[in-house]
Every structure is written in structure tokens, then in C-alpha cells.
């Protein structure tokens, strides 16, 4: 998700809404909005410019504190050609902007990264153009995304990675996001969009992998990551096909999912770690991980695992869901026990190959309280 498909959005909404130019936007109201489609018009452009604001001044607590003013925009006409500008400013921006920036967005850990701004910028635009063709009578096929449903559908796993994406991917994301209904799900009434969790440590960054990414690596693809030499290897890419997996059931949840381990001074992804869903009914919850073997016997995943940890302290402390970690360790991987013994967890068990991982020979498991 790149300025491209901002353009291509943008150039939806030019042709969609061109159509009309000669209608009333300010007595009409925009679908199920507030605004009329005036004021839903300019508030594309806004959030256009502010998302391309934010990439370029990278604030990391708060909005850049500008915005433009639409005052001389006489006509329908005019407020599109801000919509192109506004549209065009966040696109080379985007190009502009390193993978690893992030910048100030509330929803819902603080910041955004440039796919980020740009799934937001497109879905701002693909959704309120809706609002405004609905509002002036047109059909709803004359605002249909175009090129079928892709844009939609990263969009949705980009930004709605808790959502389960059914069929149709323009009908869930107008559900999603309150405009809409879908048989068998009850109707949305609140929502925000969710950027994935990014978790820093001293040399590494543990970058949330959202749906689209896990599928390109289950996929053997690199995820839009860039790897040292190796990566990334298969177990990385077996926990990104169950990710995957559980999106599409609509039992994904993001904060529960898998996180690739990228080299601050090189931006390079070394492997992953994650966990392999939700705590369970008494507040357990299994991680697992894997490095590149040319990024072994640094200490990364040892500095990783402890950076996990100590953001599930804080979820227990703040919600109360999980109240322990633990590992499942072969026998015979001693690095890997020195990994989860160095990062405090206690050996609780040992599998000698008649339970859950049994296939794996015998096994040690590892619990960490929080």
C-alpha cells in the first residue's frame, strides 16, 4: 500500500464526484454522515494534507498543528482540485518517506507508519466519496471501487485486521466502518482504524505483521521487509500462514500476533517472534520465534523475548487478559532454552511426545509469570 493506490483513489473520487459538479453539495447531507458533501469534500482534502503532514514533519505526540483553508473555493470544481493536490502532496510523500518512520496517529498505539498513512488515506477517499454519491442520489455502483475489490481487501487487512473479510470486500468495509450491513453480523456502531504495534528495544524493533504481509511471506514473499541473507527462514513463514489463517476466521487480533524482528542500524529483518493467539481462558499465552541463522548468537532474540515480556507486564497490569507466557523448547535446542531462561522464564514441564507437541519428540515447556 503505497501513494499509488492514493492516487488511484483519488482519481476515483475525481470521476465519481465530477459527475455532479452541477449538484448541491451544501443542502445535501452525506449518506449517513453529519456534514453535507461540502463539508465532506473538504474533509477528504484535510485528511489527505494531514497525512502527508505528518510523514513529512514525523511529530511522534501529536498532530502537526496546521491545516488549510477552503474559504476561496467558490465552486464544486475548485474543491476537487484540492482533492488532486492535496491527493498528489501525500503521494510523493509517501515515495519520500523511509520504510521505518513512524509519526503520530491516535489509533491505536500511537503512530503509523507510511502504509499506515496510506491505507488511511485511501480509505478516507474511497469511503467518503461513497458518502457524497449517496447523498446526491447517484447509484451505488456508480461509487464502486475501482479494479475490482483490491483495494478494498488491503485496506481491510491493513487497517481492519480484527475483522473477518468475508466475500465481498467493498460490502465488509462499508460495514466496517458503519455504512453498511452484512447478513450474520450485527451492525457497527463504533470503530477506529488499527495500526499494527511496533515494540523498540536497545537494537531492534519488533514490527507488528498485519494480514496482507503475513500472506505475502506464508506466500514466500518477504512481507514488504527487507532481509539479511537467509530470511526469512520457514518457521517464520509457517507462523505467518496461520496468522493468515485466523484473520480470515476473524479471530486475529493483532497485539496477539507475530512481530518481525528488524536491526535498527540497518533497518535489515533478523527473524520473528510472536504468539500463537490469544491468552486462554486462565490468561496463558504460547510464544514462539525463530532468527535467520546469520543473526544468531548476537543476543537478539534473547533482547526481543524480554521486550515481549515486558509489554504483556503492562497489559496485565492495565487489562487484566494474560497473566503468563510460555514456550514449548525441544529437548535437544539448547540455545533456545538459554533464549527463554535468559528473558526469566522457569522450566514448568517436560513432554515426552504424548501430548499437544508430541510430534516434536520430547520437549521442554517454559512459563513466564507476569
Avoid at 442520489?137 to 487487512?157: D, I, K, M, Y
Avoid at 540455545?335 to 528473558?343: I, M, N, T
Wanted: glycine share 12%; net charge negative.
Amino acid at each position: 500500500m503505497g501513494g499509488e493506490q492514493v492516487q488511484e483513489s483519488v482519481e476515483h473520487c475525481l470521476s465519481v464526484l465530477g459527475t455532479v459538479l452541477d449538484r448541491d453539495w451544501e443542502g445535501a447531507k452525506a449518506g449517513r454522515l453529519d456534514w453535507n458533501c461540502r463539508q465532506t469534500a473538504e474533509h477528504i482534502a484535510s485528511d489527505l494534507i494531514a497525512y502527508a503532514g505528518q510523514l513529512a514533519g514525523r511529530p511522534a505526540t501529536r498532530w502537526a498543528p496546521f491545516e488549510i483553508d477552503m474559504a476561496e473555493c467558490e465552486e464544486n470544481a475548485d474543491v476537487l482540485e484540492v482533492i488532486r493536490t492535496t491527493g498528489t502532496l501525500l503521494s510523493a510523500t509517501i515515495a519520500a518517506t523511509p520504510r521505518e518512520v513512524r509519526a503520530f496517529h491516535p489509533y491505536p498505539f500511537r503512530a503509523a507508519d507510511r502504509e499506515g498513512f496510506a491505507a488511511m488515506g485511501v480509505a478516507e477517499v474511497l469511503l467518503h466519496t461513497h458518502d457524497i454519491a449517496e447523498g446526491l442520489g447517484l447509484p451505488a455502483s456508480a461509487s464502486l471501487p475501482p479494479a475490482g475489490p483490491g483495494l478494498c481487501e488491503t485496506v481491510l487487512a491493513r487497517l481492519f485486521p480484527h475483522v473477518r473479510p468475508g466475500d465481498d470486500p467493498w460490502a465488509t468495509l462499508l460495514w466496517a466502518t458503519g455504512r453498511g450491513e452484512l447478513p450474520g453480523r450485527p451492525p457497527v456502531t463504533e470503530w477506529r482504524w488499527n495500526n499494527p504495534l511496533h515494540i523498540e528495544t536497545g537494537r531492534l524493533v519488533l514490527q507488528g505483521v498485519h494480514p496482507a504481509a503475513a500472506a505475502d511471506l506464508a506466500e514466500g514473499g518477504t512481507g514488504g521487509f527487507e532481509w539479511i541473507a537467509g530470511g526469512p527462514v520457514e518457521g517464520t513463514r509457517v507462523g505467518a500462514g496461520l496468522v493468515f489463517q485466523a484473520y480470515e476466521a476473524g479471530v486475529h487480533r493483532p497485539e496477539w500476533g507475530m512481530f518481525v524482528l528488524v536491526r535498527k542500524e540497518d533497518g535489515l529483518a533478523v527473524g520473528a517472534l510472536g504468539h500463537h493467539g490469544v491468552p486462554d481462558e486462565e490468561g496463558r499465552a504460547e510464544v514462539g520465534y525463530d532468527l535467520v541463522e546469520g543473526a544468531r548468537g548476537h543476543g537478539y532474540m534473547t533482547e526481543a523475548l524480554g521486550a515481549l515480556a515486558d509489554w504483556a507486564r503492562e497489559r496485565a497490569r492495565e487489562r487484566g487478559d494474560v497473566r503468563s507466557l510460555f514456550a514449548v523448547v525441544d529437548k535437544t535446542n539448547s540455545p533456545s532454552q538459554g533464549v527463554v531462561s535468559r528473558a526469566g522464564f522457569t522450566k514448568v514441564s517436560e513432554d515426552r511426545g504424548d501430548g499437544e507437541h508430541g510430534e516434536h519428540g520430547e520437549q521442554f515447556a517454559y512459563e513466564l509469570r507476569l
